[in-house]
Nanobody
Framework: QVQLVESGGGLVQTGGSLRLSCATSGIIFSISSMAWYRQAPGKQRELVARVTSIGGTNYGDSVKGRFTISRDDKNTVNLQMNNLKPEDTAVYHC?????????WGQGTQVTVSS
């Protein structure tokens, strides 16, 4: 079993920055991808950013140029969020494909005030 622990959410003003982290633990043989999704009230969960095992990245259209995803050698995935906007307000969930299974974190709240 793989556990995910997210941190770094909070309240920030428009134009501010936050950094989210998702640490993994447990027995991990392989990780195919690590990603962040978000879900705002009344909306569907959407992909924010993903990084693959070979370092490829892709981003949701609404965050391109503002957010950066990265992964370190301890299997932690980070999301640097700059120039935050009120529409970025959501619960952000870490998502990891490890050992050929999908895992989700419990989520961390990001609130951007106008």
């Amino acid at each position: 079993q793989v556990q995910l622990v997210e941190s770094g959410g909070g309240l920030v003003q428009t134009g501010g920055s936050l950094r989210l982290s998702c640490a993994t633990s447990g027995i991990i043989f392989s990780i195919s991808s690590m990603a962040w999704y978000r879900q705002a009230p009344g909306k569907q969960r959407e992909l924010v950013a993903r990084v693959t095992s070979i370092g490829g990245t892709n981003y949701g259209d609404s965050v391109k140029g503002r957010f950066t995803i990265s992964r370190d050698d301890k299997n932690t995935v980070n999301l640097q969020m700059n120039n935050l906007k009120p529409e970025d307000t959501a619960v952000y969930h870490c998502n990891v494909y490890a050992n050929f299974r999908e895992y989700w974190g419990q989520g961390t709240q990001v609130t951007v005030s106008s």
